[in-house]
């Protein structure tokens, strides 16, 4: 932390200053400077909080040095991560995953439909929830665990791995045991109870990025995960709160790379509840890719109009259909390849 | 909702439209206008998804009309709720409550001596955490359930209520059978099952504003208390996420009169979070009483510079002391007044 | 400056990060960390481009610490400004000047009207729009240079002073000539030509705050117009943009106090624009009051339904009048009071 | 516009909302419906403000129908506009035009030098600031008029188009004969005196999206520009204000795909500005492209820890050329390709 005066400040206000940070055991540096003088604070293991020294007669303002987070730190690991879904796909370096399905699992036959289309055009994990986190309470709310049985036929009949998102500790057991990767909805992303309890399956996860996230928020809430020893992170950009209702979030496309600079953990983009409107799904899936995202979760309905969840957003399996065929030349251009499907059950 | 058609729609367009509400049981109201026809769908219960509709060729896009909330809706019940603490204070018209105390409870004494300088002040409700959502997992959590009973005793000694934030549904019964009123934290707000087992004790709740939640997405997270059957609600404004690092939130002043004219549950501010530096917080807190707020929030620490978490937003006892004899001329011009304390135990 | 290096720089890379400082003319202070080394720039007569040194080897970020405002700091000038007009209103502590009137002059009977009304409520300072900036090119861009005569006339029959907004150089000394306060509207906050223009007037000078603009940018604004060598500038909080479709802005009350503690200038506050509704203004002008505003802006039209512009967000003249009835004792409460009004020419 | 009358209007309220309508001169449309009734005005020729209906008893809220812009709509025009710079590179279907240069123009070799590399490297327009609008009165303003020779000796040295921003109406004539575009910055992107002056110019102009403008906004401000008569107009996204410092703005690239649904102007995008940060720019390049982006607009200097302005965004030559070797496939996959460059002159 470097803690910087006021231009009138006076001597002993700066000393004041060094010795509330040598009473906490650590040692200040004094930074003379043209038109203030500056305090770096040297020995402390972590952040410090700034209010410790804002009160101090003299002092301007703390300016953080330390990043808050440590273990998904790029600095701390070069190395990207990999995580692999028990057989089958890789999230990582060279590989675009692409996940698919309908927002909800609304009923089997249908399900089971939408799931073959998905593995038949090339997707490698299966979406579908069972638990919708709702803005209304009167709007559709999932089939709860009564679908877990719904996901498992559904693997089973087609070799995708599957992914559903949990939202209370009470229910993240049962999941585990079915699913191949447990996701952390945007509104969840500081859960804390629900992060360890989620962390602890030691499952691949994926985590999204709430709304009015920042990358640093982003990464801490990631940083949770790790820390309770499971290292299978993969990480979501799935729009932020914009200022402008032409969307439902504003994409952050830029957050792709930024986090690849940032983080040894693999980045993927959700375009369909970025955008909330399906004719602006491809070409933002097609942005993602050529981003650098290391995979891609597109909702798909086999009659979008009929959904009861997310159907505005939703590709029909044609449409889904179309946007496969147009990723390779995207991908090839930018050293990624579609992953293949998991060796079948 | 209204649908309106592109200005190039045809005939058969409209007629599509005015089919597939038929279909779904509606009845549609076919309005002609200079630039293009809209068509007004009417009978419907609730709210519709706009993804019904919006793959019909020729429509251009849905606007809806119903309020997605209604039992906390101030055009469904005119008269304010009031919600009342034990035998204590009153959330509702004519009156301020003040709730004060610090972030988190750290140690019996100094919670002990900050609930008796705050009581002394005039607050008349006590907070202090001792579950504490932090962004960084390596930041103080929080006592746990451990500090329950040294909540009772603060109780006890000073006579004043009690409130304290819940964030897993595991926690809520034992912390509802010492408190006065369960606080659901901002980023908790849409966590659906932790507000269906608040709602579920029948004890007073404090609802807070997510940081990235519009006005209707915070009314719909009071509906999914309301609709549990318990009624006694207490809306908090603490701040949104704004585009500028000089305060640590945006404090939606706004918010009050409009939530005001919306809902007619009590609306209650939190300076202390919203604005996150502690010389910013007595000039908001007056703004938010002048602005009508039924009750304020205020972070008070015996010594703010040591605090484990929040000490740069929260005030000192002299300075909790200094706002508080500032409020009555406010309070006055406003026509509220500051509660008197609960019955002492 | 400080240029915080990676965790893993060598020291050849801290050691061109130090020859690249002293090539520019300016000593380097190495800051040794337990997890990484900084670097602090000394002898910087500003602030320096990040760009310098973020592309050497080693280099994490760079970190800001010079103020970039100087001449509008309150660290460089503590006493605050007044900022007098004419005769008249004093903008400054102690004092709450209220200027209101119409957002267009749309024809003159109607404006004197509402321009005795507002003097008759305590108004000091009139408005009236005579150049519109305007969203679409189809609405109402005001009368322009040539209501300049209906504003001389109505600030003779009431002696308001009077303040109109420019929004090109090439206006600005014909209306200069007739008005005694110049507006910068928010959008051409950072429009430089015009500040420039305005300021070179020696005349008062209202800046309005731009819809996205941070706090060190609005104040960068006005520094645009001191640096001119004009200190007359009042600041006004007006509200930025914010994601809530449910007010017109996000008014930021907390900007008040902020701007009090960071700059000398004058602060006040424009509740009509903020919300862009009319039931919202009265209660959000008390919160700007109780915040410490030196002043209010209102729109007042003498028939709100009927105004070319911003009819939505204008008081009738009963509704103001009620509204300046009821801030007295607030600023009884804050240490101001209404200023008189100016001496009738 | 559809007036959303509350649950409880009474009969006398809905005919004096219809009442109002008439005396406009318009007609009114009553649908009844189960919670509440709308009253929709038929007959209107464009939007209606809402304050001429709010304020009548039982009136809930107003809902605008009519697009506010009509010019640029593609609901007006289908067939996408084709801006041509000179006999140089053409806008529109097809094209992937590149704009490459430095920021400003701050020295006649050095632009020389980077205008070669840059047609080099396949951009066919060159961009350099004469006139930086920049937030702080103290950093570098642009050399002003004095440059458009070096801007001209550019022009002819490399055959590239040549765009340079102009900032007050007063330098807009001499600018346009020397350039081949105009481009209006985001900072006045609402600034209708100087939209009005570069339209009529008849010069083909690049029209960048304010920081806080909404979709509709941008559109209306492009509106101001075609109904002066001039249809030749690119827009540009360049990132709007977001909540997250870790970059300059928030890189919207959703609105790529969302305009080209709204508007049958080209749109192009810059990821320089709108990312701040040289190492962030080739994936966003990339990603604009991919979502189909008709040109990207790229900063590039031949020194840029040296630059006078955005020094930290630019590319070398060297990063600008791998960027450029890293297009055509994905221009392919979207069924462009790069512009061929302009005959010489």
Chains 1, 2, 3, 4 share one sequence.
Not at 228 to 251: I, M, S, W
Not at 254 to 280: N, Q
């Amino acid at each position: 932390m470097v803690i910087i005066m006021r231009p009138d400040a006076n001597l002993p206000e700066v000393e004041a200053v060094v010795a509330s940070v040598n009473a906490l055991g650590f040692r200040a540096h004094v930074v003379p400077g043209l038109a203030r003088t500056a305090v770096a604070v040297i020995g402390n293991p972590g952040p410090l909080a700034p209010g410790r020294f804002s009160r101090i007669p003299g002092v301007a303002r703390t300016i953080p040095i330390t990043t808050p987070y440590r273990l998904v730190a790029r600095e701390t690991r070069e190395a990207p991560t990999r995580v692999t879904l028990g057989a089958g796909p890789v999230f990582g370096p060279g590989n675009l995953v692409v996940l698919a399905g309908p927002c909800a699992v609304e009923e089997a036959e249908q399900f089971l439909a939408t799931a073959a289309a998905v593995a038949q055009a090339g997707a490698t994990v299966l979406r579908g929830g069972i638990f919708k986190p709702r803005t209304s309470p009167y709007s559709f709310q999932g089939l709860g665990l009564a679908a877990l049985p719904i996901l498992a036929r559904a693997r089973e009949a087609t070799g995708l791995a599957v992914v559903t998102e949990v939202v209370e500790p009470a229910s993240v057991e049962p999941v585990a045991e079915v699913v191949d990767m447990l996701q952390i909805g945007a509104r969840n992303m500081q859960n804390a109870p629900l992060l360890r309890a989620v962390a602890r399956t030691g499952k691949p996860i994926l985590l999204k990025r709430g709304p009015a996230a920042t990358i640093e928020e982003f990464l801490l809430a990631a940083e949770y995960l790790v820390v309770e020893g499971n290292p299978n992170v993969v990480l979501c950009e799935r729009g932020v709160r914009g200022f402008d209702p032409a969307t439902r979030y504003l994409f952050d496309v830029a957050a792709i790379p930024l986090l690849h600079r940032l983080t040894h953990l693999p980045v993927i983009a959700d375009p369909s509840h970025a955008t909330g409107h399906h004719a602006l799904v491809p070409s933002v899936t097609r942005a993602a890719v050529a981003a650098g995202a290391d995979g891609v979760l597109v909702e798909v309905h086999s009659d979008p109009g009929a959904a009861r969840s997310d159907g505005q957003q939703s590709l029909s399996h044609p449409e889904f259909d179309a946007l496969m065929r147009s990723l390779p030349p995207i991908c090839a251009a930018v050293g990624t390849s579609l992953t293949a499907p998991m060796a079948h059950a």
